[in-house]
């Protein structure tokens, strides 16, 4: 950070505008004086007051000014402390110039006063008016800031909560598979325990987590089916398959399975048995990746059911519509006996 940086921004105008105020009417000084060491003079004295009477000001609007204050009141309070400080200046250089007796401006007559007063009241309004200006524009960002702030938090608890919905009948299902296939000896339900165990490892290990590999996605919703084929046996097929490039694709993590979710809960009621579901992820393109998820049957539209729902395709467009709005694709097929979900959302690679 360099040292004007940390300057406030107050200082960094009220230092910067007056010094080059001083530089550009030096000329006119100069012209009017005819003498440069009378000039300097002139300029560091009248321009230094105006520096020191500027900071008087800030302070009055400090202490006056406030957010509920009318335009009225506000115009008001300029206008009268640009007239006292455009005064002060006024008669300070009057002072200042019979001190000192410069012989090119030895006469002041009444106009030349008026148009001293005229100019020094313009300066401090215009002054009052970049100070005004600034300190409004800066109350707005201010208060962006904080609403932005706001929303992103708002954002990310909704984003938590729509997470959170998981399928609370799932975990009660594979324990009820694992229970029925214990002491039969044609089923060993230890790679079952192994895809529930990898599943739920994943879902801790996660859950905090915003973005997450499309691979470790990916693993988790083929332990996830794992276990749905081991609960329907022959009335369920499963095919996975993702290309390699996309396995290190960051995605928003609880991607897929709603997908996988909907596939299997509204394919059992439209499709002949077995109910086959594919899951296809091909090579992400131009900084985007697909995802595809496809079952046999027909498309039905969902309704809100709790007792039979996972997150669903509803939660998770807005989940897509928070994290990238306007920049995703959700869309639905059906063709040859087969629906197919695509969602394509833009990734970054790890």
Same mark, same amino acid.
């Given at each position: #950070? ?25 000329? !006119? ?27 008087? #000001? ?10 509920? #204050? ?28 019979? +001190?000192? *007796? ?6 002041? @007559? ?10 020094? @009241? ?47 009948? +799932? ?36 859950? *905090? ?7 470790? &996605? +990916? *693993? ?14 022959? &009335? ?7 290309? *390699? ?24 009621? !439209? ?58 694709? #959700?869309? !639905? ?18």
């Amino acid at each position: #950070m360099s040292f004007i940086s940390k300057i406030p921004i107050f200082w960094r105008f009220q230092l910067g505008g007056w010094l080059a105020f001083s530089i550009f009417s030096f000329p !006119t000084k100069w012209v009017i004086i005819e003498s440069v060491r009378e000039s300097v003079i002139v300029a560091v004295f009248r321009d230094g007051l105006g520096f020191f009477v500027t900071i008087g #000001m800030r302070e009055i609007y400090r202490r006056c000014y406030h957010e509920k #204050m009318t335009k009225a009141a506000l115009v008001g309070l300029v206008g009268g402390v640009s007239l006292m400080s455009g005064l002060i200046l006024t008669l300070f250089s009057l002072g200042f110039h019979e +001190f000192l *007796d410069f012989k090119a401006e030895r006469t002041f @007559t009444s106009p030349v006063i008026f148009g001293i007063f005229y100019f020094r @009241t313009g300066l401090c309004l215009g002054w009052s008016l970049l100070y005004f200006g600034i300190k409004l524009m800066r109350e707005s960002m201010d208060r962006d800031i904080r609403l932005a702030h706001a929303q992103a938090v708002s954002e990310r608890a909704e984003l938590q909560m729509l997470r959170a919905q998981m399928n609370p009948h +799932f975990l009660f299902n594979a324990l009820n598979t694992i229970h029925a296939d214990l002491g039969k000896p044609e089923r060993n339900p230890k790679g079952l325990v192994q895809s529930l165990a990898a599943y739920l490892r994943y879902s801790l290990a996660h859950r *905090d987590d915003d973005l997450v590999t499309l691979g470790c &996605e +990916f *693993d988790s919703v083929s332990a996830y089916l794992t276990v749905e084929t081991a609960r329907f046996r022959e &009335e369920l097929e499963m095919e996975c398959a993702i290309h *390699d490039s996309a396995r290190k694709a960051e995605v928003p993590g609880i991607l897929l399975q709603p997908l996988v979710e909907n596939a299997i809960k509204y394919g059992r009621h !439209t499709s002949e048995l077995p109910l086959k579901v594919r899951v296809r992820i091909p090579a992400p393109h131009s900084g985007r990746v697909r995802l595809e998820v496809s079952n046999t049957g027909r498309w039905l539209e969902a309704k809100p059911d709790r007792k039979l729902g996972g997150v669903g395709l509803s939660n998770l467009r807005q989940r897509l519509e928070i994290l990238y709005p306007g920049n995703f694709r #959700m869309d !639905t097929t059906e063709e040859a006996g087969w629906v197919t979900v695509r969602v394509e959302i833009p990734v970054a690679s790890s």
